[in-house]
């Protein structure tokens, strides 16, 4: 079955023609319980409390309880609409249905009870999943791969991409941002959407009663810039890049790493990278390691200043210890 984007997803409702089931899954939980509602508008608003029925699947801890709730979603799914020519049925949390937590030979025989379903739906109900991620190793995942259209909500490749979600959000709420505004946004916040639902939302609230948002309004709301890669620092000091090495150390300081972990991750850089990179600056390196740690536990000095010592020797480190050329 195909894989669609809400968007994609939201043409279908309007025009009338859902597919049989829908899995939609993402990190954007927004999104999911807003598209999960769009799918109501396929029954007349006064027919709805007949044809229309959200369970919530919640913690199923034995294999009596799977049982009772795929009966329950089976037994609705095949309930013939009411006045209507379709029924819709969402199933909430539906990660616990899909993909137990135990196994018992009565789980067993809901989940063999529920694929049978899911392979022959009933072509009046519109079955609509939504969970959190599901493990696509699990055999209930390849069926629905094969049964069921896929939405991923909530993803964002690319900080165009996330530039898009900013606009598209703000306009939903009846207003407009501007272009430089959605850019910072997106800049700070990377591909987080969580993180971008969030200063969206505080940028909704900050600029109530406005028609635009500006660029400064983004400025006073949104956070410093996202960290997009945890092991940037190190890469830029495997390189030598001494002004990129410590850009990528304000980020992982501003965005609250514990200097007690960025000093973690250095000493794993010099004792396995070290010894084939810059051979002479082993000594040096290590060295400088254990002073920064010193200072660090006895308070003597600002931390950032510290490791931004520290980052620098090290990236000296490897501009002067590398094993020259022709030697072993």
């Known amino acids: 079955m195909p894989q669609l984007t809400p968007a994609a997803v939201s043409k279908q409702i309007t025009a009338g023609r859902p597919d049989p089931i829908y899995l939609l899954q993402g990190e954007d939980d927004f999104e999911k319980s807003a598209l999960a509602h769009e799918f109501e ?14 369970i919530h699947v919640g913690d199923l801890g034995s294999g009596d309880k799977l049982a009772a709730a795929v009966a329950s979603v089976i037994t609705a799914a095949r309930t ?18 899909l993909v137990p937590k135990r196994e018992s030979d009565t789980a067993t025989r809901a989940l063999d009870e529920l694929e049978e379903f899911l392979k022959k739906p009933d072509p009046q109900t519109a079955l609509v999943l939504v969970a959190s991620a599901i493990d696509k190793r699990s055999r209930m995942y390849k069926l629905l791969a094969r049964q069921a259209t896929l939405v991923d909500c ?16 703000v306009a939903a709420a009846g207003m407009e941002i501007e ?18 639902r969030n200063d969206v939302d505080r940028l909704l609230l900050y600029a109530m009663g406005q028609k635009t948002m500006t660029r400064d309004d983004v400025r006073e709301i949104a956070g410093p810039a996202a960290l997009q890669d945890d092991w940037a620092m190190a890469n830029a000091i495997e390189a030598g890049n001494g002004a990129a090495a410590l850009g990528q150390l304000a980020l992982m300081m501003d965005t609250g790493a514990p200097p007690e972990k960025i000093l973690g991750q250095l000493g794993w850089l010099v004792r396995t990278k070290f010894p084939a990179l810059a051979p002479a600056g082993v000594r040096p390196a290590v060295e400088a390691l254990f002073r920064t740690d010193l200072d660090l536990k006895r308070s003597a000095g600002d931390p950032r200043a510290l490791l931004e010592r520290l980052v620098v020797e090290l990236c000296g480190s490897v501009r002067g210890g590398a094993r020259p050329e022709g030697r072993t």
Not at 154 to 169: L, M, P
Not at 186 to 192: H, K, L, Q, V, Y
């Open 80 to 97: 013939l609409p009411m006045m209507s020519p379709r029924r819709v049925v969402v199933v909430l949390h539906a990660e616990g249905l």
């Open 41 to 54: 508008q396929l029954v007349e608003e006064d027919l709805r409390p007949f044809n229309v029925e959200r």
């Open 179 to 196: 272009a430089a505004g959605a850019r910072l946004l997106a800049e700070r916040c990377g591909t987080d959407v969580k993180r971008l």
């Open 154 to 169: 909530g993803a964002i490749e690319d900080q165009a991409a996330a530039e898009r979600w900013v606009r598209t959000r």
